[in-house]
């Protein structure tokens, strides 16, 4: 039996390691996980009652294209939220999920190459998985960019050599980052699209942390397109219900791009997608419409950095994120750390390597820092960052 060569060397997916490093080691304490970003706070209790109510729904074939009920909703948030305006037959598209568009749109719009040679797309330094697997599907080459705390965390795509410029077909960005938590100001995507116009590349810009966020609502790749005026092709944004909504099981995703964009996504996904059941678009629609759930999401997650803030605020190094609902913590390496804290607390904690891969001088911009999710229950995110701060750091 011959198999594909392209994922043979594909490094363990992170909560599979994870599960290897720590599992057959007893918990020191009580179990608190803060390991995967699964947002555990309460949706809204109307959701099921619209689903129940829009039951006959599963009778039929969902349309791949999405109801027109729900592109408009899309349409309507972007328009609230960015004062953007598209057009629901030719800007929005849904997805199963975030994910299933962060890897078809590699498949949908990166060419086989570019000036007579192997494709490039860019990618975070810690990155989400799903942007390197992309990547290799479409015989691109990966080109992970260290998002460091010399960099504010986000990836400096300019300081990149121009001979790889010319061969990159598309970038990567998540904003709010995962896991840092930094966010890319106006200045940042301005000099990123103008990058990308001046080397014609596409900008995948992962935004579903976007209404998670201590302060002011992180500005958008697309008011920020538009302002300078780019190709309408240039930009390609996602967004999600997961995290905004807390309804990560919905799987209620779209993706917002130019009319060439959105044409060929579409027609890829015809042969490919899986089409959102049509009493969960009914739902979805009534959600992305409804911003009081929102709010009140958004204060807790607001609670949680207050409570991060004042029991880690004395440890050094730590930094606050300005979104999204991760800490990225310093230690002096995150594997060994989170087997520690594991066998003494029961604090499960992801090692920030798992998340990396090493530059090309054979360092992990990970490896010194763990990934620590604030999903849970407040008091178990209190307990959990106690133990953190008293067994990894001594600070009180």
């Not at 763990?370 to 133990?387: C, F, H, Q, S, W």
């Amino acid at each position: 039996m011959n198999f594909p060569e392209r994922f043979s060397n594909l490094p363990a997916y992170a909560f599979p390691r994870l599960r290897a490093l720590l599992d057959h080691h007893a918990p020191g304490g009580d179990v608190v996980h803060m390991t995967i970003g699964e947002p555990k706070h309460a949706f809204p209790a109307w959701v099921t009652d619209l689903i129940s109510e829009n039951t006959g729904g599963f009778n039929s074939y969902p349309p791949n294209e999405g109801t027109p009920e729900l592109r408009q909703a899309f349409c309507e948030w972007v328009a609230r939220r960015y004062d953007v305006t598209l057009d629901p037959e030719t800007n929005v598209l849904p997805l199963n999920g975030s994910r299933e568009g962060l890897y078809n749109v590699a498949m949908a719009l990166c060419p086989e190459s570019k000036n007579g040679q192997r494709p490039v797309v860019l990618m975070p330094n810690p990155f989400y998985q799903v942007y390197m697997l992309a990547a290799i599907s479409v015989g691109a080459e990966p080109v992970f960019v260290s998002a460091t705390e010399a960099s504010g965390h986000l990836p400096d795509y300019t300081s990149l050599p121009k001979e790889v410029l010319d061969r990159t077909v598309a970038c990567y960005i998540c904003s709010p980052a995962n896991p840092q938590g930094a966010v890319a100001d106006h200045a940042y995507w301005s000099d990123l699209i103008a990058l990308a116009e001046q080397h014609d590349f596409q900008i995948f810009a992962d935004e579903c942390y976007s209404e998670i966020y201590r302060d002011a609502p992180p500005v958008g790749v697309l008011q920020v397109a538009r302002d300078a005026g780019a190709d309408p092709e240039r930009v390609v944004a996602f967004h999600s219900l997961s995290k905004r909504s807390n309804l990560p099981g919905l799987r209620s995703g779209f993706v917002v791009a130019g009319p060439q964009s959105t044409a060929r996504m579409r027609q890829l996904r015809m042969y490919t997608g899986a089409p959102l059941p049509l009493p969960l678009q009914a739902a979805a629609a009534a959600v992305w419409a409804d911003g009081a759930h929102v709010d009140d999401n958004r204060a807790q997650y607001r609670e949680k950095y207050d409570m991060a803030d004042r029991i880690l605020g004395n440890v050094p190094g730590y930094k606050g994120p300005e979104a999204g609902f991760f800490l990225w913590l310093p230690v002096e390496d995150g594997e060994a750390a989170a087997l520690s804290l594991w066998q003494a607390t029961g604090v499960r904690v992801l090692p920030g390597a798992y998340l990396s891969q090493n530059d090309a001088s054979g360092v992990n911009p990970g490896k010194g820092y763990i990934r620590v999710a604030l999903v849970a229950p407040k008091p178990d995110v209190e307990r959990g960052l106690t133990a953190i701060r008293d067994h990894l750091y001594g600070t009180q």
